[in-house]
């Protein structure tokens, strides 16, 4: 009978460690799939004579879904930012649209770019992809060797935002809606649940650009809001 058990036991743990071997194995194979199709389309964004970003548009041949390129100088958070009606469609699909637990960068589905809070969402990847490398973000070392600036790319229109508040918020806290009736008053509210002091004037914004990704097992969520300055 002990024997028995022993090998039903044996058996049990065998299939447990496969299963994390082949876990692993597409933790792997997922994030390399991400770095090949980013190198690829790395090729249709590049910096003018004028020093300005432009987005081609041929990249729509490969998803129709761009709405811009997002990036963020000493991360490796450089991607074009896609949307859909469904919020959910990209935590789980990569650029090409293909099965992938990456997923990609993707804008809040009822976002405008006139809106006075544009929010972008990727996942917390730990092997760096993605919003992975945002922890830097969360760390005052980070400014002082950049200056906390962050790129959207729309239309070859070029808009840098700066980062003033990072905090980690409960999945129930309001900081995604596009529009708020007291801007002034929520900006004051995001930069006094800063982790961090920007010591910056706040007073006088129109637009702010905010990155959420999940933390500690989904149960939270990183943010970081920047206020648009050109």
């Not at 432009?54 to 761009?66: A, F, G, K, Q």
């Not at 905090?167 to 649940?193: C, D, G, P, R, V």
């Not at 129109?206 to 943010?223: E, F, G, P, Y």
């Amino acid at each position: 009978m002990k024997k028995k058990i022993f090998f039903c036991l044996k058996i049990f743990f065998l299939i447990l460690m496969l299963i994390g071997i082949n876990g692993l194995f597409k933790w792997h194979n997922d994030k390399k799939d991400i770095e090949n199709i980013n190198e690829l389309v790395t090729n249709y964004i590049y910096e003018n004579e004028d020093g300005e970003y432009v987005l081609e548009e041929e990249i729509n041949y490969y998803n129709d879904d761009v709405i811009a390129w997002l990036k963020i100088d000493g991360t490796n958070i450089n991607y074009p930012v896609v949307q859909t009606s469904d919020n959910k469609y990209y935590l789980n699909r990569d650029f090409t649209k293909e099965k992938n637990s990456a997923g990609w960068v993707f804008m809040d589905s009822n976002n405008k770019l006139t809106d006075q809070n544009i929010i972008i969402y990727g996942h917390h990847r730990k092997d760096g992809i993605m919003f992975g490398d945002i922890d830097k973000l969360f760390k005052e070392k980070y400014y002082k060797d950049y200056e906390g600036k962050i790129l959207l790319v729309s239309n070859n229109e070029n808009r840098y935002y700066k980062i003033f508040s990072v905090y980690t918020a409960s999945t129930e806290e309001n900081y995604t809606l596009n529009n708020f009736s007291n801007f002034s008053n929520k900006i004051e509210e995001f930069k006094n649940k800063s982790d961090i002091s920007f010591n910056v004037d706040t007073s006088d914004l129109n637009q702010i650009i905010t990155l959420s990704t999940c933390h500690n097992n989904n149960k939270d969520r990183l943010v970081v809001h920047a206020y648009r300055i050109e």
